[in-house]
Structure formats: C-alpha cells, structure tokens
C-alpha cells in the first residue's frame, strides 16, 4: 500500500504518465500509467440506442477480423487509441455507430485487406458471396494512404 515515486516520464506515445515505483516495505519495482479521465462517451446504434463507449469491444471486434493475421496487437491497440481520440474532437459525447464503424474499417484498410474484408462482411451483413466479390474488387480501386501523408479530407 505504501510506495514511492522513483521516476516519472511522458509514455512513448505521449498520451499518458509512465511512472517506475518502489513498495516501500519489500523493495519491488513496477510500472503505473496515468491518463487523462475522458468523458463517458456514448454509441448511437443503428435502431436509435444508446449504450457506452467500450473501447474493449471496439479492439475485440478488430483482433477478431485479425485473427491469424500478420498484424500486432500493438498496432491494433494504437489503431483504437486513434479512433477514440478522434471522435473525442469531433463529437461532442455521442457517436453515431456508422461513423465508427466506418473509422474501423479504415484503420483495418490501413493495416490488412484480408481483415477489412472480414470485418467489413460482419458490420455491413452481407448476405452472399457477390457482395464479398464486389467488396475486394473496390479494394484494388482504394490507395491506401502513407503514414506519413495526413488525411486531406474526411
């Protein structure tokens, strides 16, 4: 229960407080991360809903469209991180469900085509193999934007 506070720095993403503490009483050393408390932030579903914002979900329903996949959970986890901050902006506390699906689906774009085809397959419904068909056909029609290019227009 009592420690201290050995060092204290900006986390490599600079979006939280990396600090290294020592237990007071026996010596061991470990690591806290502090971040910034957001607002709860809530989903507009398609039928008129509203349920919280649960960012669990939102990187599950990625690692699932990842899955045997060569992409990292790490990249995954900055893809969420991204998402969120950006509607944090945009939106005052409500997101409409489109919209976020829509950004998921660009980050996988980004990331894998095989896993936004997956995921575009659940959140869009499709219903036979035509739609996939048609879907990876549109995907040779998309560029895939550079890292180092920001987004233009959105």
Do not use: W
């Not at 600090?19 to 709860?40: H, M, N, Q, S, W």
């Not at 599950?60 to 060569?70: H, Q």
């Amino acid at each position: 229960m009592e420690d201290k506070v050995i060092d204290s720095r900006l986390s490599k993403d600079g979006r939280s407080i990396r600090r290294r503490r020592e237990c007071v009483a026996c010596g061991t050393r470990f690591t806290t991360y502090e971040e910034i408390e957001r607002a709860d932030l809530r989903v507009i579903k398609r039928d008129g809903r509203s349920e919280p914002f649960d960012r669990h979900k939102l990187l599950n329903g990625m690692l699932k469209a990842c899955e045997k996949r060569p992409v990292t959970r790490e990249s995954l986890e900055n893809a969420c991180t991204d998402i969120l901050q950006a509607f944090e902006q945009d939106f005052s506390r409500e997101i409409p469900s489109h919209l976020l699906g829509g950004k998921v689906m660009d980050a996988l774009h980004q990331l894998d085509e095989v896993a936004y085809v997956r995921y575009a397959s659940v959140y869009r419904s499709f219903q036979d193999i035509g739609e996939f068909i048609e879907e990876i056909q549109s995907l040779g029609k998309r560029h895939k934007r550079s890292a180092s290019q920001p987004e233009l227009f959105k």
